[in-house]
């Protein structure tokens, strides 16, 4: 044999020691280690959906027409319009359907029947989102005399 061939393994702690309590202190560890990483994941989540400038398009459907200026005449019928808008997913989250107004302007009626007319989409105030259009710009619109 030769001189090299003998290797002997020394244990670090045995040499210093130290007393052997790895097992209890890799287990405590390993659970320290993984609620913080749970704790960063969400905290990293939660910055994620707060930042997140993405921009989606949204439709509103069934919005209904409400029709001004129209003094002499009663409306029998009107359509409604789709309406879409752009935003951040959390903008969009917060408008309702209640919250669009869309209107028509009857001060060019003339007489009863059926005329079409051009509707605008009002936003709240405060809203981030654009108006992206609606699904018509004029809609039908039946009118009575009063």
């Known amino acids: 044999m030769d001189k090299f061939s003998k290797t002997t393994e020394i244990d670090i702690s045995d040499a210093m020691g130290m007393e052997d309590d790895t097992p209890k202190k890799s287990i405590k560890w390993k659970v320290i280690a993984i609620i913080m990483s749970v704790i960063v994941a969400i905290?990293?989540?939660?910055y994620v959906m707060q930042t997140d400038t993405t921009l989606y398009d949204r439709e509103y459907k069934n919005i209904p027409v409400t029709?001004?200026?129209a003094t002499d005449y009663e409306v029998t019928s009107c359509q409604t319009v789709t309406v879409k808008l752009r935003g951040m997913k959390s903008t969009l989250a917060d408008i309702k359907k209640s919250d669009?107004?869309?209107?028509a302007d009857a001060s060019s009626v003339?007489?009863?029947g059926e005329a079409e007319l051009h509707v605008e989409c009002i936003l709240p105030d405060n809203t981030i989102?654009?108006?992206?259009?609606?699904s018509s710009d004029?809609?039908?619109?039946?009118f009575?005399?009063?």
Do not use: D, P, Q, Y
Not at 100 to 103: A, C, D, M, S, T
Not at 138 to 142: C, E, L, N, P
């Open 138 to 142: 004029t809609v039908k619109v039946t």
């Open 129 to 134: 989102a654009t108006f992206e259009g609606m």
């Open 43 to 46: 905290c990293i989540w939660l």
């Open 110 to 112: 003339t007489s009863e």
């Open 100 to 103: 669009i107004v869309v209107r």
């Open 144 to 146: 009575v005399k009063k």
């Open 67 to 69: 029709v001004v200026n």
